[in-house]
Nanobody, 125 residues
Framework: QVRLDESGGGLVLPGGSLTLSCTASGVRFGSLYMGWFRQTPGKEREVVAT?????????YAPSVKGRRWGISRDNAQSTMYLEMNNLIPEDTAVYYC?????????????????WGQGTQVTVSS
């Protein structure tokens, strides 16, 4: 059984930082494209960042570019990270990690995509 477990969410002040982690089990982590998504009530799920198997290719949503966010992975530990800096209230959401063997399927959230349970990030003063 495939599991993706996120951690690291919480409450942070505007301008602050958080690092999310996602640990996979039950799947060959190194074979997956991985990504972070977020969703707020009443809005569609948004892809935030993606990373290729060997970390050679990363992609970020325009909404987070320029704010020193970084996606990374450690295949030996089956873990992916999202370092978030310069957080703003608009970043408040439930953040999900996801993995898929095809990048296009990952970005579209296909039926083959594996999902974590989500971790809440709240940016508020």
């Amino acid at each position: 059984q495939v599991r993706l477990d996120e951690s690291g969410g919480g409450l942070v002040l505007p301008g602050g930082s958080l690092t999310l982690s996602c640990t996979a089990s039950g799947v060959r982590f190194g074979s997956l494209y991985m990504g972070w998504f977020r969703q707020t009530p009443g809005k569609e799920r948004e892809v935030v960042a993606t990373i290729s198997w060997g970390s050679g290719t990363t992609w970020y949503a325009p909404s987070v570019k320029g704010r020193r966010w970084g996606i990374s992975r450690d295949n030996a530990q089956s873990t992916m990270y999202l370092e978030m800096n310069n957080l703003i209230p608009e970043d408040t959401a439930v953040y999900y990690c996801a993995g898929d063997r095809e990048l296009a399927d990952l970005r579209s959230g296909a039926s083959t995509t594996y999902w974590g349970q989500g971790t809440q990030v709240t940016v508020s003063s």
